[in-house]
């Protein structure tokens, strides 16, 4: 069968991405979601990403991991994921859309999309570093010289040893000035450093916040594919209105010849 597909990044977080909304994709098919990201054997990227029907809003995002396997909110995948729906023509400038996490809002601006993201009000501190869920589960540690860090090492040990098999994704932060860090994280399902992570700066923000590193609302991250601000406001112990903001951006279009 002949797929059409086509290929965004924000910050360089990859996805490949598919208008599923006649269901023509078969979604429990792990192998061909591995191997459609594979960056040898196939399209290549951090993730693939459906685009559906939904009943109470704009189109459906469903959320695949490189390793073939549905998982939890992917936020870089969002913002992807509202520029493709505006280049459809399924949204106009503004719109709701449905995920794993529920509902999200989102703007388009030319290149630049601003996804609200779900309410956080648990943030885990512990000795050395947080724990959050932005809707996807992220480990936040602060370290030294973080470009020399080795994150393939140290975040996989941390993604299995402390989280298990379930597994959690892993920030390594450093702070930059008052209201901005670099961040470089480890995913899980991808098994690797990505060039960002959405929910991962989102939860790097907050996190910094509720550890006093920062008292600003508005956080800016480096990534090593690029800038994303993220604003929220803390109300009784609770984050919420919480935006991740930064370019999303189609690379190219095609087709793929593949055995469904
Ligand atoms: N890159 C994503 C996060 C994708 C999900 C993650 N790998 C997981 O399985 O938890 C983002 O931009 O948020």
Redesign the pocket.
């Given at each position: 069968m002949e797929l059409q597909f086509f290929k965004y990044q924000g910050t360089g977080?990859d996805f490949v991405i598919i208008d599923n909304r006649q269901d023509i994709f078969p979604k429990n098919n792990t192998k061909l979601v591995a191997e459609l990201c594979d960056r040898r054997f196939g399209i290549g990227a951090?993730?693939l990403i459906l685009l559906e029907n939904d009943n109470v809003s704009d189109f459906k995002m469903v959320?695949y991991?490189a390793d073939g396997a549905e998982?939890?909110?992917?936020?870089?995948?969002g913002r992807c994921l509202v520029a493709f729906a505006h280049y459809l023509g399924v949204i106009e400038r503004k719109t709701t859309f449905n995920a794993v996490d529920g509902l999200h809002e989102a703007t388009v601006e030319g290149d630049i999309v601003n996804l609200k993201m779900i309410d956080v009000d648990k943030i885990h501190e512990k000795q050395n570093h947080s724990f959050l869920d932005t809707g996807?589960?992220h480990h936040v540690q602060l370290v030294k010289e973080l470009e020399k860090f080795d994150v393939q090492k140290e975040g996989k040990k941390l993604r299995y040893g402390i989280y298990g098999e379930s597994g959690s994704?892993i920030n390594f932060v450093e702070q930059t000035s008052d209201n901005a860090f670099d961040v470089r994280t480890y995913?899980?399902?991808?098994e690797g450093e990505?060039f960002s992570?959405?929910?991962?700066v989102t939860a790097v923000a907050l996190a910094m916040h509720e550890s006093g590193k920062t008292a600003a609302n508005e956080v800016h991250i480096h990534t090593i594919g690029g800038d994303l601000t993220i604003s929220f406001e803390k109300k009784d112990g609770k984050y919420s209105n919480i935006f991740l903001k930064g370019p999303a951006i189609q690379v190219f279009k095609g087709t793929i010849e593949c055995s469904i």
């Amino acid at each position: 069968m002949e797929l059409q597909f086509f290929k965004y990044q924000g910050t360089g977080n990859d996805f490949v991405i598919i208008d599923n909304r006649q269901d023509i994709f078969p979604k429990n098919n792990t192998k061909l979601v591995a191997e459609l990201c594979d960056r040898r054997f196939g399209i290549g990227a951090d993730g693939l990403i459906l685009l559906e029907n939904d009943n109470v809003s704009d189109f459906k995002m469903v959320y695949y991991n490189a390793d073939g396997a549905e998982s939890t909110m992917c936020g870089n995948g969002g913002r992807c994921l509202v520029a493709f729906a505006h280049y459809l023509g399924v949204i106009e400038r503004k719109t709701t859309f449905n995920a794993v996490d529920g509902l999200h809002e989102a703007t388009v601006e030319g290149d630049i999309v601003n996804l609200k993201m779900i309410d956080v009000d648990k943030i885990h501190e512990k000795q050395n570093h947080s724990f959050l869920d932005t809707g996807s589960p992220h480990h936040v540690q602060l370290v030294k010289e973080l470009e020399k860090f080795d994150v393939q090492k140290e975040g996989k040990k941390l993604r299995y040893g402390i989280y298990g098999e379930s597994g959690s994704n892993i920030n390594f932060v450093e702070q930059t000035s008052d209201n901005a860090f670099d961040v470089r994280t480890y995913e899980r399902g991808v098994e690797g450093e990505t060039f960002s992570c959405g929910t991962g700066v989102t939860a790097v923000a907050l996190a910094m916040h509720e550890s006093g590193k920062t008292a600003a609302n508005e956080v800016h991250i480096h990534t090593i594919g690029g800038d994303l601000t993220i604003s929220f406001e803390k109300k009784d112990g609770k984050y919420s209105n919480i935006f991740l903001k930064g370019p999303a951006i189609q690379v190219f279009k095609g087709t793929i010849e593949c055995s469904i």
